[in-house]
């Protein structure tokens, strides 16, 4: 039987990678996009479309959230192994990064040669990917400077500002009469006791500054997938993982549509998996 097996440091953290790793029907979008052209899920089966043209069909073997490893085997496609076993897994690697682990078992043995090459182009491809999406947006610019910036540069530094928590900072980018309109009875506000609609600077200053890190208390991490900018609106694709206060491990994806008004964030429409946040948070189906 033929092993082959990569590791690489990834500069991101565990929690980011491995909310990459989880999604395991978006390997296209989040892990290796251009390298993988397409991956279709059904069940737990996975069809990958790689862009040379082959296509594989993967099923999941296991989803270790504990020990960040996923773990899948070739059952059909463009291979036909007589056996293959393959597992990914992010392991902490020192100043907060990710090492990264990459290890397949295969027969025959005459697949090794094309699985090798195939997993070198594909890790430099994961790591291009990872480290783009874990970088962190610039932070925010003086009052005076907003007025020359531009729409998605100020939503950037915003986010700056909230994962800082800092009152003071976090205020000086709303306008007075903000607003935040996330879905109703959604499991942060049910957790937080919190409304879902939060009206004026000083009620969502008091969120994210102090009551989101009573529900996301450690290990919170956002790993945006886009930015995308139109006049005065901007759209953020973002997921985050965090530990939360019950020790329950948290990841969701969001879709957050920000409105400007004069340099300053007027509203923000927040969009996310509700019934998934309600079973990260709660355990259980939505309340």
């Not at 991101?12 to 993988?36: C, N, T």
């Not at 430099?124 to 009052?143: D, F, M």
């Not at 976090?170 to 937080?192: H, K, M, Y």
């Amino acid at each position: 039987m033929a092993s082959i097996h990569k590791e690489l440091v990834i500069d991101a953290r565990p929690e980011a990678v491995w909310s990459v790793l989880s999604d395991y029907g978006a390997v296209h979008e989040r892990l290796a996009p251009g390298f993988v052209t397409g991956t279709r899920l059904s069940s737990d089966t996975r069809t990958v479309t790689f862009a040379d043209g082959t296509v594989v069909l993967e099923r999941l073997v296991d989803l270790d959230h504990e020990a960040m490893r996923v773990a899948y085997t070739v059952i059909g496609g463009s291979l036909h192994p007589s056996h293959h076993h393959a597992s990914m897994q992010a392991l902490p690697e020192a100043g907060g990064r990710t090492r990264f682990v990459w290890h397949t078992d295969v027969l025959p043995d005459a697949l090794a040669a094309p699985i090798a090459e195939s997993v070198e182009r594909g890790s430099a491809v994961i790591r291009r990917t990872l480290e783009a999406a874990s970088s962190a947006p610039p932070g925010p610019a003086p009052a005076s400077a907003r007025g020359s910036m531009s729409s998605h540069d100020i939503v950037q530094a915003a986010w700056k500002a909230f994962a800082g928590h800092d009152a003071d900072q976090i205020s000086a980018v709303f306008t007075e009469d903000a607003e935040w309109l996330a879905p109703p009875g959604n499991a942060t506000a049910t957790a937080l006791d919190r409304p879902s609609h939060m009206v004026g600077r000083e009620v969502i200053t008091r969120f994210l500054a102090e009551d989101f890190s009573r529900l996301f208390a450690s290990d919170v991490h956002v790993t945006f997938h886009g930015f995308h900018a139109d006049g005065e609106r901007v759209i953020v694709e973002e997921t985050m993982t965090a530990t939360l206060a019950n020790g329950r491990h948290y990841a969701n994806d969001y879709c957050l549509v920000f409105e400007l008004r004069d340099g300053l964030i007027h509203r923000v429409r927040e969009y996310m998996d509700t019934a998934r946040g309600h079973r990260m948070v709660f355990g259980g189906a939505e309340k």
